[in-house]
């Protein structure tokens, strides 16, 4: 299911490097500034993180942006739930590489973000990095029974949104 | 005997509860086997490596095939698809949010040409 260029919009790549490893790619057309802003501030990084449409919506956001800091997530979901995400920030370079712990089970991943500067666009990369095979495995089986049509049809109404 | 017949995952898990199955899987991760070469690696006869090697046929986890009077081994492809499938929604979960990143930092460059502009 490639996405092509006609949306204007660039193709997100996924792979799992190794055992233990699953990363992300996409280029942004915004220099890497502005797409760190996009990730280190509440109000923002609600709006993608988990958008409007999704039916989730975020209850409590609290980052704290530097080397030791904390962050929590809590988003309450349509059917009452709600979810945490935490963990704590292991190394932030301003623009360009954030590595946060998720600490909502034992088995968490180390996630990576880096941003390149490339002719003015930004390469994101995010390596999520999981302490065991097995944890890797898991992950990505428990994604396959949450995701699949609530994101096709997530998929469908985002255009809307930009 | 071979008892696996529900298709999927459960079949995958119940073939790989079994020490010398997991052998053999590791094994053929190297290269491909005969019946004959494995029984000799583990140290079984020939019919007891063939129900070894059928319950893991049926789990979809090795294929094998017959040249001649020799039956080949190697590791199935549904562990790969399966993998596939999940990569794949785990991108479909990324690009949703990018794509939702895309009009946030798009909304951004607008602000700051406006800013800018003052």
């Keep these: 299911m490639e996405r092509d260029e006609t949306g204007g919009k660039h193709r997100t790549v996924a792979e799992r490097r190794s055992d233990r490893e699953l990363v992300v790619r996409r280029t942004f057309d915004a220099p890497p500034r502005l797409v760190f802003k996009a990730w280190t501030t509440p109000e923002l990084l609600q709006r993608w993180w988990a958008p409007r449409s999704s039916g989730a919506r975020l209850v409590d956001c609290q980052l704290d942006v530097r080397a030791g800091g904390a962050y929590r997530f809590v988003f309450g979901l349509q059917d009452g739930r709600s979810m945490a995400f935490f963990g704590k920030y292991l190394e932030v370079v301003p623009d360009a590489r954030i590595v946060w712990t998720n600490e909502e089970s034992d088995e968490g991943a180390v996630s990576t973000l880096t941003l390149e500067e490339q002719d003015g666009r930004t390469l994101l990369v995010l390596s999520e990095l999981y302490p065991t095979k097995e944890a890797a495995d898991r992950s990505i089986e428990g994604m396959e029974e949450g995701m699949p049509e609530q994101f096709e049809q997530l998929d469908e109404l985002l255009p809307s949104l930009g | ?118």
């Design chain 2, 1 to 118: 005997m071979v008892q696996y017949s529900s298709p999927g995952l459960d079949a995958s898990f119940a073939a790989l509860s079994d020490a010398t199955r997991r052998g053999v899987l590791q094994q053929l991760g190297r290269q491909e086997a005969s019946i004959t070469t494995l029984a000799g690696l583990f140290d079984m006869t020939l019919t007891g490596m063939s129900k070894h090697v059928g319950v893991l046929e049926m789990a979809g986890l090795v294929v094998t095939e017959k040249v001649g009077r020799v039956r080949t081994c190697r590791l199935g492809v549904r562990r790969l698809e399966q993998e596939a499938q999940w990569i794949e929604a785990y991108r479909q979960m990324w690009e949703t949010r990018f794509d939702a990143l895309d009009g946030v930092v798009e909304d951004l460059k607008r602000k700051e040409k406006t800013d800018g502009a003052r």
